[in-house]
């Protein structure tokens, strides 16, 4: 497997091709996550094509995607697996409303999805992008218990440093300051317990078990779900937690009859090391599973919530009320359930899990020296997701580390403090030792 295409970039690329671009995105384009005034000073990256694991921009200059893009691109960018699936699908069609009608895409994709917990969540409803699977979920677990006769139940409970995306529903069980702070006169409110980080030592896990189980003994006549990221609470800065975790909150949520949803947004489809994260834990599925980013390997926007025939059943009635009367336009999109359908295909034949162990692996020796870096404190690392925190980081290092990666074909964007990396399933030797030093170089030159 190569790290990298064939270099096709001009012998001495010029940046003033990315100008044009930076200057009209600038005038057209509101950015996400982005402060725009701070933008003006710093242009946005003008990318002009993708290829493996590598982008390139206007002037010809290539860059190492580490974070897949958002965390969505799963096999490369261009892979030609899935544009052909696409392409295929695009010829036949490309989108009909899945209200009163249906599709083999959608099917199919559903059964696979059903098949991959066997059969335990039975049911798929599609969305557009993780915070609609959130507001799905959310909005699925207090109707169902409502639909049984327990109306009181619509209060829900997250963890501290929780991100669950930027809608208000999904906000409302988010935990990140920054996201949530301008926006709290909106918001409902939700319980907040302590995260299992396991940077905190063993015994934290056994105090957020405890506090959460005081909080359900208390108020579990009152709380329709739990919301947890299983193993890495991503935007907290890849905070990570052992599988016993799960089984614990499983066990709580069963006893106190509280649904369990599993966002699965980010550590799903093979990036913990397991398709699910939540099968580490060898305990009772959770309630709702929710899936996006990779799930159409970061081709078309697609989420899924899968839920099960228990929660499906407390729906199922001759009153349109008591339906779950929630749509997309694009819901079930042919184009996107036929990507992510290669995906599932690929995970099926082409033993990605097991090339992803070895991948983890090659990983793991390239960054293991991290741990004596001065700089650096708690070297971590769950499947191909692998993250540090920088002890001495000023404020804005991660604008800063951002922009002097991309100096050394780097793409990478920290977490506040936190330098991580989730690379496409394209990891080999000479990609890991690549990604070492051009971390390392950066981390050498940026405060």
């Known amino acids: ?218 108020r579990h006549d009152q709380i329709a779900a739990l919301i947890v990221e299983p193993l890495v609470q991503c935007a907290a800065g890849m905070v990570m937690h052992r599988p016993s975790y799960l089984r614990g909150v499983r066990a709580l949520c069963s006893a106190h009859g509280v649904h369990l949803i599993a966002d699965e947004i980010a550590v799903g489809c093979g990036r913990t090391g397991s398709f699910f994260a939540f099968e580490q834990a060898r305990t009772d599925w959770p309630d709702f599973i929710l899936l996006a980013k990779g799930l159409s390997g970061g081709t078309l926007p697609l989420s899924v919530v899968l839920t099960t025939d228990e929660v499906y059943r407390s729906f199922w009635s001759e009153d349109t009320a008591r339906g779950f009367l929630h749509s997309h336009s694009y819901t079930g999109n042919p184009l996107a359930c036929a990507a992510a359908n290669a995906v599932l295909d690929r995970f099926a034949h082409d033993g990605v899990l097991e090339r992803n162990a070895a991948q983890a692996a090659l990983l793991a020796e390239a960054f293991a020296d991290f741990a004596q870096h001065p700089r650096v404190r708690h070297l971590r690392q769950q499947g191909s997701i692998l993250a540090f925190d920088v002890a001495d980081a000023a404020p804005g290092f991660a604008e800063r580390f951002h922009r002097a990666a991309r100096e050394r074909e780097l793409l990478i964007r920290p977490i506040g403090s936190t330098v991580y990396m989730m690379p496409p399933y394209l990891i080999d030797r000479p990609a890991a030792a690549f990604l070492s030093a051009a971390v390392r170089d950066t981390l050498n030159h940026v405060d």
């Open 1 to 218: 497997m190569s790290a990298a295409p064939p270099d096709t970039r001009p012998a001495h690329p010029s940046p003033q091709a990315n100008e044009p671009w930076q200057r009209r995105s600038l005038a057209a384009l509101w950015h996400p996550c982005t402060q725009m005034a701070r933008a003006a000073r710093t242009p946005p990256l003008p990318l002009l094509r993708g290829e493996g694991p590598w982008l390139f921009d206007a002037a010809g200059r290539r860059y190492y995607d580490a974070n897949s893009s958002w965390w969505v691109n799963l096999f490369g960018h261009s892979d030609a697996g899935l544009n052909l699936a696409i392409r295929n699908q695009l010829d036949q069609l490309p989108h009909a409303m899945l209200a009163g009608c249906t599709h083999p895409p959608a099917v199919l994709l559903g059964e696979k999805l059903s098949a991959l917990t066997g059969g335990a969540l039975g049911h798929c409803f599609f969305a557009s992008d993780g915070a609609s699977a959130v507001e799905i979920a959310l909005k699925m677990s207090f109707h169902s218990w409502r639909n049984r006769g327990l109306s009181g139940k619509r209060g829900f409970v997250c963890l501290r440093n929780g991100y669950h995306g930027e809608t208000l529903g999904a906000l409302a069980v988010t935990d990140v300051a920054l996201f949530r702070d301008a926006y709290d006169p909106l918001l409902l409110r939700a319980h907040v317990v302590a995260s299992p980080d396991s940077r905190a030592g063993p015994a934290q896990e056994a105090a957020a078990l405890r506090e959460l189980e005081r909080l359900l003994q208390r």
